[in-house]
């Protein structure tokens, strides 16, 4: 190994980072180099010197007070804020809604999804809930935009599918292995939380297929998504 | 005492590290502050999958902060243009260097450029591994070895040099 390299090599060299022939290859150098061995002792010096001067300053940090205020009333804005899928009122209807279902599969009734919407308070979000009608969340349009992205962590696999932004939602769909049906996911914008308000999700392929409608998101901001403690990012459009 | 109450209890002793930790990343004090209510927001959400108990809340915040700071880092680093380190001239260090005070160091470290003070900060604040930072950064770890060879480099002269100014002042 030439000095140029070796020198290059030297920081992963002290915290023992390289594989063990390229390890190996360093020591050797450093044994018949006394220049290279000068400048790795220093560097070890200096490094251990910098970490700890670093590490020092940010001891003696403090919160600046307005910002802690301002994180403190945004926590306790998103502390208090519940989606919308889970408020009393809606929940209430998704009630009787479930009751109808009950009540029309023990009756053995057939309605298509259509005559289902036509139905008084539990029409839409029953054809909803049976994957069809005019309020299909599923239904994304021409309009989304691909985002094939994908995460995956503590045996979850999050892929984002598509995105569709407009002015008055951002609605995302995604697939996730490895989750039960409950798991809420969270959306987080440059300014923080985006509010979640409406969820479907269905079963395809042994996968849960969920989409997501949220508050809008201004156009190319980065947005994380997170499902169960996994995050993929991406932009919006 | 509510979840808010609990995250509070253990977030506020930490707010002053979290802060200048984001502030060393990122380099300034208006983003460290965006940064933090984000990941702050981001932490609380996931205050329930917090493993470990109190003691493992620190470390836990400032996963999530990191993370959260390099992730804006990557995004402000696509528009930075390639460096150039054989534009930088070759110093030879000399032996026996006494680091000056915390606060000159900090001094040195956020007058380097971006790319440079990154890397150095995630190295030798966050204690990250080489591989680590070069995919927090999206970066080859190539790119990280030579960042981080010409930062010390950069950092070792101009600490030199404050040195010398005290010395001479005295």
Known sequence: ?237 | MTAEERFFALYRPEAGRLYRTAWAILGNEADAGDALQEATIRAYHAFDQLKGGPAAFPAWMRRILVNTCTRILRKRMRVIPVERPEDLTEEKLTSGLDLPMEGDVWDAVRALDERYRSVVVLRFLNDMQLDDIAAALDIPLGTVKSRLHTALKLLRVQLQDRQGERRGAV
């Not at chain 1, 390299?5 to 594989?19: F, N």
Request: aromatic share 4%; charged share 20%; glycine share 8%.
């Open chain 1, 1 to 237: 190994m030439q000095c140029k390299e070796v020198q290059l090599e030297l920081a992963a060299y002290l915290s023992g980072e390289l594989p063990p022939e390229q390890m190996a290859a360093v020591e050797a150098h450093l044994s018949q180099c006394e220049a290279c061995a000068e400048e790795a002792a220093l560097m070890d010096q200096f490094g251990r010197k910098l970490s700890e001067g670093l590490k020092l300053w940010v001891d003696q940090g403090v919160c600046p007070p307005d910002v802690m205020e301002r994180i403190e009333q945004s926590l306790h804005q998103h502390a208090r804020r519940r989606p919308r899928w889970l408020r009393p009122g809606f929940m209430a209807v998704a009630a009787v809604a479930a009751v109808f279902l009950v009540a029309l599969a023990g009756a053995r009734m057939e309605l298509p999804a259509g005559q289902l919407a036509s139905l008084p308070l539990v029409g839409s979000l029953a054809a909803q809930l049976l994957g069809g009608g005019e309020d299909d969340l599923d239904n994304l349009g021409a309009q989304a935009v691909p985002i094939n992205r994908f995460a995956e962590g503590n045996g979850v696999k999050l892929t984002v599918y598509r995105l569709l932004s407009t002015s008055e939602a951002t609605t995302i769909q995604y697939s996730v292995d490895g989750v039960e049906d409950g798991a809420q996911p969270e959306l987080i914008g440059p300014q923080g939380v985006i509010p979640l308000e409406r969820l479907s999700s269905r079963q395809s392929g042994g996968q849960l297929v969920v989409t997501a409608e949220f508050a809008p998101v201004p156009a190319e901001a980065e947005v994380t998504l997170t499902v169960q403690g996994v995050s993929v990012t991406f932009a919006t459009p």
